[in-house]
C-alpha cells in the first residue's frame, strides 16, 4: 500500500499525467458516497455497520446511536494476491502490521444471525462485506429483519473484484440483476442503485495494477494498453458488460 501510494504521489507531481489516475481513486469515492447517506439519515436513530471490521465510518455516525457487528476473525491474509500489496499497512481500513484491527463491536458472530431483536434499527450501513460471507441472501434477510418499518438500508459490494481477506472470500462481487432481484424479495424497496465505473475503467484500472506489482519491462509493455483503456469514454456497452461494484440505497417495507 505504501509502495502504491507513492508511485501515485509522484504522478500526481507530474505535470499533465494526473488524468490518468482518475480510476484509482475507488476507497476515497466510497468513503464520499457512503459520507453523504450518514449525514442524511436523520438524527437521534440508531444505526448498525454490519461487518463493520475497522469502523472507518464510527466518526461520521456522530448524530446517530452507533453499533457495531463483526464476526472479528480475519487477522491477515492467508493468500497473497496482487491486491495484497495494496493493503499492507494501510492502517485505515484496517491493516495493521500486527495484524488486522478491528473496532469496539457490540455484537460478534455471523452477520446472518445477529443477537438483537425484531425492528430494532432505524438504519443499517453494510459496506464491502457481501463478498466476505457465505451466505448474503440471508445476511439481507436478516438486516430486513433488524430494521424498522422505513429503516434504511445502505448496502454497497463490488461487482468483479480480485481476492481479498481472504480465508474469508467467497465471491468476486454480485451485479445489478442480484440487488433487484434479493432486495425486494426480503421486502426492501431499491431507492437508487448506482454503478461505478464500466468496462474500460475496469480495465485500466488492473492493467494500472499490474504495472504498480510487476517489473519495469512489464511496465513499459502495459502502458500502452492503460493509456488507451483509460482515455476512454463510458458507453452503454462497456457499462453493461464490467464495473468496479454498486452502491444500493433501500427502504424496509411495512409489510414483510
Not at 500500500?1 to 500526481?12: E, G, H
Amino acid at each position: 500500500m505504501r509502495a502504491a501510494a507513492s508511485i501515485k504521489n509522484l504522478v500526481r507531481r507530474v505535470p499533465g499525467l494526473n488524468g490518468l489516475l482518475k480510476h484509482f481513486d475507488f476507497q476515497s469515492n466510497l468513503d464520499a458516497y457512503i459520507i453523504e447517506q450518514l449525514a442524511a439519515l436523520p438524527a437521534g436513530g440508531t444505526i448498525l455497520d454490519a461487518g463493520c471490521g475497522s469502523q472507518r465510518f464510527r466518526a461520521h455516525c456522530a448524530h446517530l446511536t452507533y453499533k457495531a457487528q463483526d464476526f472479528g476473525a480475519f487477522e491477515n491474509e492467508a493468500k497473497r494476491t496482487f491486491v495484497t500489496p495494496f493493503l499492507e499497512g494501510n492502517e485505515v481500513s484496517g491493516y495493521a502490521d500486527e495484524g488486522y484491527r478491528y473496532g469496539k463491536l457490540d455484537y460478534v458472530g455471523d452477520i446472518w444471525s445477529i443477537d438483537e431483536r425484531d425492528a430494532y434499527f432505524d438504519a443499517i450501513l453494510c459496506t464491502e462485506v457481501l463478498e466476505h460471507i457465505p451466505y448474503p441472501i440471508e445476511a439481507v434477510r436478516e438486516f430486513a429483519r433488524l430494521l424498522k418499518p422505513g429503516g434504511t438500508l445502505i448496502l454497497t459490494a463490488p461487482s468483479a473484484c480480485l481476492r481479498h481477506m481472504d480465508p474469508f472470500f467467497f465471491q468476486t462481487g454480485l451485479s445489478d440483476r442480484w440487488y433487484e432481484t434479493i432486495l425486494p424479495q426480503a421486502g426492501f424497496e431499491i431507492e437508487r442503485l448506482d454503478q461505478v465505473g464500466d468496462y474500460y475503467a475496469w480495465m485500466a484500472y488492473e492493467l494500472g495494477r499490474s504495472a504498480l506489482t510487476h517489473s519495469f519491462l512489464a511496465k513499459l509493455a502495459l502502458l500502452p494498453a492503460f493509456l488507451f483503456f483509460n482515455s476512454r469514454t463510458p458507453t452503454e456497452t462497456s457499462r453493461n458488460s464490467l464495473c468496479f461494484a454498486y452502491r444500493v440505497v433501500a427502504t424496509r417495507k411495512s409489510d414483510l
